[in-house]
């Protein structure tokens, strides 16, 4: 199994930046993508940000110079720097990695983080 470990939400005033990091441990062969999900009150989950290993990353077009996400394959952990936040911003944050436990096509993984709340008021 494939844990993740986030930190970094909290409360912020408009305009303001936050750090969010996510790292995995566990057992698995490779980790292909990485990457931030946000869920407000009354909507669905949505991607916000991802990372691929091999460096390519997407993002949800409300956050696009804002947000940079980033990855540490060494650490296996990925980051999410959040400037400029506005109220639209709040939400529960959720750690996504998904990837292969062993070399077999059949082990395909996919992992969420426990959520950290992000508040953007001030």
């Known amino acids: 199994q494939v844990q993740l470990a986030e930190s970094g939400g909290g409360l912020v005033q408009p305009g303001g930046s936050l750090r969010l990091s996510c790292s995995a441990s566990?057992?698995?062969?490779?980790?292909?993508?990485m990457g931030w999900y946000r869920q407000a009150p009354g909507k669905e989950r949505e991607s916000v940000a991802t990372v691929t290993r091999g460096g390519n990353t997407n993002y949800i077009d409300s956050v696009k110079g804002r947000f940079t996400v980033s990855r540490d394959g060494a650490k296996n952990t990925v980051y999410l720097q959040m400037n400029s936040l506005e109220p639209e911003d709040t939400a529960v944050y959720y750690c996504?990695?998904?990837?292969?436990?062993?070399?077999?096509?059949?082990?395909?993984?996919?992992?969420w983080g426990q959520g950290t709340q992000v508040t953007v008021a001030s």
């Open positions: 566990g057992t698995f062969f490779n980790i292909i993508v």
């Open positions: 996504y990695a998904g990837g292969y436990e062993t070399s077999s096509t059949y082990s395909r993984f996919d992992s």
